[in-house]
């Protein structure tokens, strides 16, 4: 067994430190990268948007001064270090909570996963907000057995430094109330108790503590803090119960374990989980559920950029389901199923990024500051133009878009599109790959009725990725 860790401990490194990304694939990564340079905190915050990580920014920006290169690599760089204590410290959870062997066993799947390879090499606070939640549940396994001040303090610390970051991260609370029903089911109501008192004061703690940081950022602290408690935090879930959200969420939870994870995981897990209530571990069944519960939710509120981001928490109970299998021949199938899923989104992301292979196909029009371009809204952080309009949804900016473009067009000055506008939202790149449920129907697309009565030229192409053709606008 010892063997086996070192390896595997090896592969993680390896896996993660010579695979760091130096580009800003994602959506928030440009806005994190701009910001980290940036020597003046209090306007970071009052520059980044809604939803600010401010315990994340602070570790950019000090980070960027010990290694002043300016490159990407070196914020990614921290999420790499995050994701190895995640890793060392999930081992040790594990193997208290269980034993040596499930927790080595857990380890694998977890190198493995594109989801958490994809967050643990690119610069994304979840990284750091999932490092937190894993402590957090280790100190409170050790305040819970012994009940002593220090671990309690510290499970008090590392979730209100959680939740200071990201309001969303209460979603996944429930999983102390897991752990008190694994560790000891005849004191279930007392240490219920203490696990509630812990969210409430690491709330509170959370929320004054980010109340002063945006007093001092001058951002309307108050209005701030409603939005991002009712709108990011966990009171989202409440509202809008319907059959379309609920049939929304679960098939957001779907592609989520599909794209993230892998069919041969999902079935894994059912297997796990019926090998479990077989051997009546019903207390482990609910731990694991725990983790499950909060991940189906999570689907209802969902950042659908890379694989949706609040999930990150299922790979850690996914890989547990994985290590309890019974047939040791089906695990390493799946083993070796994954390493192949693994292998392809390892290698998609070494390839050049497609927003600089759009950025190429641009250039090459001859663009000129009188002239009007569309984009997505998915290019936008990657690709910004002084001249530049993105779609993005809302209504009210379709019908400026639609009238500027008319405008332009009467005065014979030169309008140009990218398919990713003609299609928007369907066929969006989101980092290397196409956005996990954007492969709708382009009928549908936004500008679909208002491009029927127009001429479109294709003006420049990539043969290789027909999705980033540019065309130019006629009457």
Sequence with gaps: MNGIFYFIFTLFIVSRFLFISNYSHFYDIPEYFRE????????????????????WLGL????????PSNNVWEISLISVIFGL????????????????KIAILSLIPLTLFPHL?????NALHESLDSFLLILTFYFFVLFLEKKKIIPFIFTLIFLSLAIFDFFGILIWTPVLIGLVILKNKKK??????WAVSIIVISFVLATFSLYSVLSIASLEPIERLK????????TGIFMDWNFLSIFRMLR?????LYHGY??????????????????????????????????????KFWYGGLFGRYSILIAYPLSVLLAVLPYRKIYWIIIIILSFSFSQTLYIYQKKPISEIQRNIINEINLSDGDLLILSDYQRPQLFYSNGVYINGNKKNQEILENNIEKEIFENKKVFISQQAIDFPYWQYDGQQIHIISKGDREKAQLKKFLENKKLILINEDINYPLLNIYQIYK
């Design 188 to 193: 279930i109501l007392t240490n219920s108790i």
């Design 36 to 55: 980290s340079i940036n020597d003046n905190f209090s306007q970071s915050l009052s520059n980044s948007h809604e939803v600010i990580h401010p315990l």
């Design 227 to 234: 939005l991002l408690i009712f709108n990011y935090g966990g």
């Design 85 to 100: 204590f995640s890793f060392i410290f999930f081992y040790f959870l594990i193997k208290k909570l269980f034993s040596k």
């Design 60 to 67: 950019l920006q000090i980070f960027q001064k010990i290694t």
């Design 252 to 256: 957001n939870d779907f592609l989520i």
């Design 117 to 121: 390879w994809l967050i643990q090499t």
């Design 262 to 299: 892998g069919l041969v995981s999902i079935l894994g897990g059912v297997l796990g989980i019926i090998f479990l209530l077989k051997r009546k571990k019903i207390q482990f069944v609910i731990f694991i559920l725990s983790f499950v519960i909060p991940f189906i939710l999570s689907g």
